[in-house]
Structure formats: C-alpha cells, structure tokens
C-alpha cells in the first residue's frame, strides 16, 4: 500500500499528487497510483503536498512569466520539526498527532497566512483581457492531451488575478505568495509561485497560467486593425486629393480658355486703341494721310474706357452743377487726325525741349485725368506733356479739329489771361460744353462737347490769383528778360479770385495754340 512520504500515511481513495516526468498530477483513486508505477517518494497527500509547496515558495519566490512544465518541481521533504510558513515555525499546525496532515489545519494555516490578500469576485465591468487559464485534466479524449485541455478562467476571475498581477504579483517582498479569491460559488486559494489554484470546498488543485502572447496577440491585432482603417484613411484621402487635382487641371483648362476668350474679345474690341498706336509712328513722321475726322463705331471698346475716365475725372465732393456728372453718358467719337495741326504741334515740341536744357529744377506736372483716355498716346514727361480736357459747343469743336486751338480767338477778360483754357476735372469742362445748364448746342437739349487734348506745359507758372490782362506767356523773371517765358499758367484750387471766392476747379492755359493738340471729340448727353 502507497504511503504519503511527507506524513507517512496511508494513501486512501482522495485526491493524491503525484510527481511524474517532471510534472505534477493528481488522481482521485488509488489504482490510478497504481497503474502509473511511480516511485514512493513522489507520492503526497494533498494537504502535505499543498503544506509543503509553501514552505518552499518562502526559500525560493521566484515568479515564472508562464507556467511550464519542466518549471514544476516535487517539494523537499520537511523533517516533524520544520516551519511551513513565514512567521509559523510551529509544526503543530501541518499535522495531526498520529502524523497524518489535517485538512483543516492546512486550511486554518491559509486563512491566517492569506486573511490580508482576501479578495471576491465581485467585478462586473472590467478593463482587462482575458489572459488567465487553468489546466482541466479531466477533460479531453486520453491522457496524452489532458496536459493540453487549458480553459480559460471566468471574466471575474480573470480580472481578479489579473488586478493582482498589476499590483506585483510576488515579486514584493512583503506580499504573500498565496492568497484567495472568491468566485462562482467558491473559495480558491491561489498560489503565485507555483501558479496553482486549490478549490477549498472541494480540494481540487489545477495548474494556472497567464498567457501573454494572447494579450499581445490581442493588441497586435488591435494595432493591424487600427493599421487598416488609417490605410483605407489614406486610400480616401489620396482618391480626394486625386479628384480634386483633377478639379483642379479642368479648371485650368477653362480659365485658359476663357483667357484665350478674353484676348480675342479685346482684339476685337480694343481695334481702334491698337490703330491709333500704329498710327503713332506715322506721325512723328508726319506720313499719316488721312480724315480730319473719323467717327468711331459705337461697339468699340473705347466708349466704355472713356466714359470710365471722365467720370474718375470727376471729384466726388464737388456739388452743384457738377452733380450734373451722375447722368453723364457718352454717345459720339471723333478720332481728329489733321496732319497740319500734328505738324505744328511736333515742332513745338522740339522747341520747348530746347528752351528747357538750359532751365534748372523745372516743376513735373501732371494731369488727374486717367491714362485710359486715351491709352495709346506715347507722353513726354520731360516737357511736362499731359493729357487735359476742353469744354466748348459744336461750331467750336469743327473749327478746332479743322483749325487746331487759336489764342487769338480767346475771350480777352480770361480770368486768368486771354488764352485757350483747359482742365483735368470733367465737371469743369462741362460748364463750356453747351450742356451745362440743361441746354445743349447740338440737335437735342442737354447734349454737350468735350475736346480731349495732348497739351505741352513745359515750364510752368503757379498763379497767386486773376491775370486777366495777361495776353502772352508771363516772364520767369521781369527783370532778366533773357530767362525767356513761362510756357503756361496753372490755377491751382484755392486760389483766391477776390475778396469772397477762390478757385474751385483746377485750370491750365496756354497762350500759344499750336502747344495742344485735338485727340478726340466727345459727344455726350444727360440721361
């Protein structure tokens, strides 16, 4: 008959351990033992066995990562004297007085040594994974898979054991390595050595495991699946981008078309701005052979850019009759092209470039009328050559175009002297154009003439206020005649006229004709 080697006992019908190819098994029944033929000394009562696996978790409290077999060894045998637990040293409590192992005291032993570790399942939501399993011997076809028939433990006591293993498991010093928990209707005795777990009402002991590559296996799958979605992301994005790349190219594409669109409207509206710029040359010298007068279509593309500049030519603030401006529209062109006027004007030219080489400092002037009046005309900057408007009735503009401006026909009490007027501000001229008051000189009422025209200021004088006996250029200085003469006169605003008023409007005049030049007249009306 098999006896305990530890208590010396008989082995009775019960769960008996045993030590067999490096593991341990239990066993119900004795034939069991029996048929296994193992040697005397690897056969334990349970209570010894669990006795004695606590006593040498004290020596040694090595914790294993995983539970494997081959990390299972039998318990050295204790002599009747031994301590079997930390702060215990009295054997009293492992055996019986006929030298049989108590239960009871075994479970007495693991309520004091265990009490402060105490914990029940009592979780209901849980953070970790199921990473806990215990070995069911019982279950599987033969015995050669039982070792292999690992179950996974409950949630709860998962999560218990797995709180634990957070806490340390039994790598603190001052942890015990055994303590219970409570789950299903049961109380377990867990021991974190030799990852057992003894089922106190029953006595069963199964092996227990942590299976990491399972949490890992977890996450890596956590991580491949998070992996996936940022690609399908990626996918999406990239097939965004795509579309909106080709949203983009086809937008190009119409905006270079309607680009190309634009330039041959501007082609063919723009005609008469791109003539008069070939006509240029042609003038200075002097083989242009054409009309005095050429009346625009009204589809050209230079209505809309000079009625633009008259009305920015126009000062906002300016009240009165010059509100008359609001209701401004241009409803006639005339290109003057009089070669003998342009002749004269060219030779002018020469000549006040030749009266300024010796002149020192000369003021730049300029002209608030816009460019876009006439965009073509080639401006000299050095003689002060600007473009200015010049208000007068119909009779008055075929005389100019046919004649070009004559002083001589200027009122003689001029505020500013007898000569030709002219202005860069539209609601000035308006007051000379036949129109100002309502009443116009042409076939309707309330139509009026401007005369736009290329003027040579060359040296300018500033006036202080009215000279209006002043019949030729003013000297630069009336004590040395041979400094020569201004070559126009500016009134400036603010110029004081008398006592009460002063200049509203900017002015300049010329007392030489031939120092302008006709550009275009203007037929407009009041709408």
């Given at each position: 008959?098999?006896?305990?080697?530890?208590?010396?006992?008989?082995?009775?019908?019960?769960?008996?351990?045993?030590?067999?190819?490096?593991?341990?098994?239990?066993?119900?029944?004795?034939?069991?033992?029996?048929?296994?033929?193992?040697?005397?000394?690897?056969?334990?009562?349970?209570?010894?066995?669990?006795?004695?696996?606590?006593?040498?978790?004290?020596?040694?409290?090595?914790?294993?990562?995983?539970?494997?077999?081959?990390?299972?060894?039998?318990?050295?045998?204790?002599?009747?004297?031994?301590?079997?637990?930390?702060?215990?040293?009295?054997?009293?409590?492992?055996?019986?007085?006929?030298?049989?192992?108590s239960a009871a005291a075994v479970r007495n032993l693991l309520n004091v040594q265990t009490l402060s570790n105490f914990a029940t399942d009592d979780c209901k939501d849980s953070e970790f994974e199921l990473v806990w399993e215990y070995l069911d011997s019982d279950r599987g076809a033969n015995a050669a898979n039982r070792n292999q028939n690992w179950q996974p433990m409950t949630k709860a006591m998962n999560d218990l054991l797995e709180k634990r293993w957070a806490d340390g498991w039994d790598q603190s010093p001052d942890s015990d390595d055994t303590f219970y928990v409570r789950g299903t209707g049961f109380d377990y005795c867990i021991d974190s050595r030799c990852m057992l777990q003894k089922n106190?009402?029953?006595?069963?002991?199964?092996?227990?495991?942590?299976?990491?590559?399972?949490?890992?296996?977890?996450?890596?799958a956590a991580e491949v699946k998070q992996l996936m979605q940022e690609k399908e992301d990626l996918i999406a994005t990239v097939a965004k981008m795509k579309q909106l790349f080709q949203e983009k190219e086809d937008l190009s594409a119409k905006v270079a078309k309607l680009e190309q669109e634009k330039k041959a409207l501007e082609a063919s509206q723009a005609g008469h701005a791109t003539q008069m710029m070939a006509q240029e040359a042609w003038r200075v010298s002097r083989q242009l052979r054409a009309k005095i007068c050429i009346q625009l279509n009204h589809r050209d593309a230079v209505f809309a850019s000079i009625q633009k500049a008259l009305l920015e030519a126009w000062p906002s603030h300016h009240i009165g009759d010059c509100l008359r401006m609001n209701r401004f529209s241009v409803i006639g062109l005339q290109q003057v092209c009089n070669t003998s006027i342009w002749k004269d004007?060219?030779?002018?030219?020469?000549?006040?470039?030749?009266?300024?080489?010796?002149?020192?400092?000369?003021?730049?002037?300029?002209?608030?009328?816009?460019?876009?009046?006439?965009?073509?005309?080639?401006?000299?900057?050095?003689?002060?050559?600007?473009?200015?408007i010049h208000g007068t009735t119909l009779d008055k503009?075929?005389?100019?175009?046919?004649?070009?401006?004559?002083?001589?026909?200027?009122?003689?009490?001029?505020?500013?002297?007898?000569?030709?007027?002219?202005?860069?501000?539209?609601?000035?001229?308006?007051q000379y154009s036949g129109a100002s008051k309502g009443k116009g000189s042409g076939k309707d009422?309330?139509?009026?003439?401007?005369?736009?025209?290329?003027?040579?200021?060359?040296?300018?004088?500033?006036?202080?206020?009215?000279?209006?006996?002043?019949?030729v250029e003013p000297p630069v200085d009336p004590g040395d005649?041979?400094?020569?003469?201004?070559?126009?006169?500016?009134?400036?605003?603010?110029?004081?006229?008398?006592?009460?008023?002063r200049q509203i409007h900017r002015e300049f005049v010329i007392f030489n004709g031939a120092h302008a030049y006709p550009e275009m007249i203007v037929h407009f009306k009041f709408s």
């Amino acid at each position: 008959m098999p006896t305990c080697f530890k208590c010396g006992t008989d082995a009775i019908d019960g769960e008996i351990a045993v030590w067999c190819k490096g593991t341990w098994k239990f066993f119900q029944r004795l034939t069991q033992v029996l048929e296994g033929q193992v040697e005397p000394r690897h056969i334990y009562c349970s209570g010894c066995w669990l006795v004695c696996s606590i006593n040498d978790l004290d020596r040694k409290r090595k914790h294993p990562e995983s539970v494997t077999n081959n990390q299972l060894t039998p318990p050295a045998r204790h002599g009747s004297g031994c301590g079997n637990s930390r702060g215990h040293p009295d054997s009293s409590n492992c055996t019986a007085r006929n030298g049989a192992c108590s239960a009871a005291a075994v479970r007495n032993l693991l309520n004091v040594q265990t009490l402060s570790n105490f914990a029940t399942d009592d979780c209901k939501d849980s953070e970790f994974e199921l990473v806990w399993e215990y070995l069911d011997s019982d279950r599987g076809a033969n015995a050669a898979n039982r070792n292999q028939n690992w179950q996974p433990m409950t949630k709860a006591m998962n999560d218990l054991l797995e709180k634990r293993w957070a806490d340390g498991w039994d790598q603190s010093p001052d942890s015990d390595d055994t303590f219970y928990v409570r789950g299903t209707g049961f109380d377990y005795c867990i021991d974190s050595r030799c990852m057992l777990q003894k089922n106190m009402s029953t006595g069963r002991i199964r092996q227990i495991r942590r299976v990491a590559a399972r949490a890992d296996a977890t996450r890596k799958a956590a991580e491949v699946k998070q992996l996936m979605q940022e690609k399908e992301d990626l996918i999406a994005t990239v097939a965004k981008m795509k579309q909106l790349f080709q949203e983009k190219e086809d937008l190009s594409a119409k905006v270079a078309k309607l680009e190309q669109e634009k330039k041959a409207l501007e082609a063919s509206q723009a005609g008469h701005a791109t003539q008069m710029m070939a006509q240029e040359a042609w003038r200075v010298s002097r083989q242009l052979r054409a009309k005095i007068c050429i009346q625009l279509n009204h589809r050209d593309a230079v209505f809309a850019s000079i009625q633009k500049a008259l009305l920015e030519a126009w000062p906002s603030h300016h009240i009165g009759d010059c509100l008359r401006m609001n209701r401004f529209s241009v409803i006639g062109l005339q290109q003057v092209c009089n070669t003998s006027i342009w002749k004269d004007y060219e030779y002018r030219k020469e000549q006040v470039r030749k009266e300024l080489e010796g002149r020192h400092s000369i003021p730049r002037v300029t002209s608030t009328l816009p460019r876009e009046v006439c965009s073509w005309a080639d401006l000299d900057e050095k003689i002060n050559e600007v473009l200015v408007i010049h208000g007068t009735t119909l009779d008055k503009t075929e005389q100019i175009a046919a004649f070009g401006f004559d002083e001589r026909l200027a009122r003689e009490k001029g505020l500013y002297g007898q000569g030709v007027y002219f202005t860069d501000q539209s609601c000035k001229a308006l007051q000379y154009s036949g129109a100002s008051k309502g009443k116009g000189s042409g076939k309707d009422p309330g139509e009026g003439y401007f005369i736009i025209a290329r003027v040579i200021l060359g040296h300018s004088m500033e006036a202080e206020g009215p000279l209006q006996k002043t019949k030729v250029e003013p000297p630069v200085d009336p004590g040395d005649p041979s400094k020569g003469r201004f070559h126009s006169v500016i009134a400036q605003k603010g110029v004081p006229i008398d006592a009460l008023r002063r200049q509203i409007h900017r002015e300049f005049v010329i007392f030489n004709g031939a120092h302008a030049y006709p550009e275009m007249i203007v037929h407009f009306k009041f709408s």
